[in-house]
């Protein structure tokens, strides 16, 4: 029986590393380029989200590196986000959100009027699509990047996944050079900008986060409620002890124990995969002995 779980647990830790080495290579994978593509008119269709045709195929894709205001409220996740859209923009009414997201989806629905191209590496953007969301990257007839000028527009900000362009630049320093172009829009007051609050901006940020936070904590102790009894120690415990921590699993406990020893929980951000977000998850249910 022993041998049997044995065999059992080195098929799922096995079939996780080729899990894990997917969704690598998804994101590391080559962009692949789609010329003389054409916007679908969907009702679906927002600033940062919409249906092209590419090649004969219909793809559902997502913006890189960018986030628009939202067009609807017609869930309770949109109601949050739009709470949340009106924090960061520091805007009073809520109603104004709308208002830009729909401006957004006009504006792109403008310079996608002429054929523009497409470059995605079919990584998964999650969504409410059945057929699922891709990320990409969108360069006009006119050749400039979709993404940069929704920020330049004051009709998006600088937030959600990216990778290097396909003209090279790293992630990085896109992500740095989309925050100059917002600064600018705000500093400008183009777009949403024009109506945000200079003297409530912080405050409505400060309260977002501390929402977070507040959220965060109570996600924490309920999980704590139903951890392992006692802490796990990061030098000493076993695969199966690891596991026991909701969010550990098999590839991450191979990991954790490769990486011995620990002399801080914190180490734990060198094990490849953890990140701030994740160790404060999990941070409770660890401890570190001799």
Request: hydrophobic content about 40%; some cysteine.
């Amino acid at each position: 029986m022993n041998r049997l779980i044995k065999l059992v647990v080195k098929s799922l830790f096995l079939t996780a590393i080729l899990m894990f080495a997917g969704i690598a290579m998804s994101y590391a994978a080559e962009l692949q380029k789609f010329s003389d593509a054409r916007l679908i008119n969907n009702p679906s269709n927002d600033g940062d989200s919409f249906l092209v045709e590419a090649d004969g195929k219909t793809l559902h894709v997502r913006l890189y590196f960018v986030d628009c205001p939202e067009t609807s409220t017609s869930s309770k996740s949109d109601a949050r986000r739009v709470r949340e859209q009106t924090r960061y923009f520091g805007l009073s009414n809520p109603a104004r959100i709308i208002h830009f997201g729909n401006k957004a989806k006009t504006f792109v629905e403008g310079r996608l009027a002429k054929p523009f191209t497409v470059y995605t590496a079919f990584a998964n953007a999650m969504g409410r699509s059945r057929k699922g969301r891709i990320y990409a990257f969108i360069t006009t007839s006119d050749g400039n990047d979709l993404a940069s000028l929704l920020v330049k527009k004051g009709l998006a900000r600088t937030r959600g996944t990216g990778r290097k362009t396909p003209d090279g630049i790293p992630r990085k320093e896109m992500i740095e050079r989309l925050r100059d172009i917002e600064i600018s829009a705000m500093l400008k007051r183009i777009g949403i900008w024009s109506e945000s609050d200079p003297d409530r901006i912080a405050e409505l940020r400060a309260k977002e986060r501390n929402e977070e936070e507040e959220l965060q904590e109570i996600q924490n102790q309920v999980e704590k409620a139903n951890s392992p009894k006692g802490l796990v120690d990061l030098n000493t415990a076993t695969e199966e002890e690891l596991q026991s921590v909701k969010g550990i699993g098999p590839v991450f406990a191979a990991r954790i124990i490769a990486g011995r020893p620990y002399k801080t929980i914190d180490e734990l951000l060198k094990v490849k995969g953890i990140g701030r977000k994740k160790l404060e998850k999990i941070r409770a249910y660890f401890t570190v002995g001799k």
